[in-house]
């Protein structure tokens, strides 16, 4: 079995900063893209920013030069640090990534999301 727990969120103040964090574990044989997405109250879920197993790294137009991601291989995990928040960023922020699992002897690729941290920005 397979998960990610996210953690870091919480209440900030516009123009203040706030870093996500999502650990992975399990059965892990391989990660592959890693991602945050967001859902506000009565909007579907958008893609904040998403980063390859090879550090390429793509941000939705409103999150570029704000957010920055990063993982860290080793410790299977994944960063979002939010700078410059706005109220509209209120969101619960979910982690995504493809892993490679092996079960007797066969390699799955599973889409893997987490159970979302909130994020709230105050005016």
């Known amino acids: 079995q397979v998960q990610l727990v996210e953690s870091g969120g919480g209440l900030v103040q516009a123009g203040g900063s706030l870093r996500l964090s999502c650990a992975a574990s399990?059965?892990?044989?391989?990660?592959?893209?890693m991602g945050w997405y967001r859902q506000a109250p009565g909007k579907q879920r958008e893609l904040v920013a998403s980063?390859?197993?090879?550090?390429?790294?793509n941000y939705a137009d409103s999150m570029k030069g704000r957010f920055t991601i990063s993982r860290d291989d080793a410790e299977k995990m994944v960063y979002l640090q939010m700078n410059s928040l706005k109220p509209e960023d209120t969101a619960v922020y979910y982690c995504?990534?493809?892993?490679?699992?092996?079960?007797?002897?066969?390699?799955?690729?599973?889409?893997?999301w987490g159970q979302g941290t909130l994020v709230t920005v105050s005016s």
């Open positions: 995504n990534a493809e892993i490679g699992t092996m079960s007797l002897d066969l390699l799955r690729v599973l889409e893997v």
């Open positions: 980063i390859t197993s090879r550090g390429a790294t």
């Open positions: 399990g059965n892990i044989f391989s990660i592959n893209d």
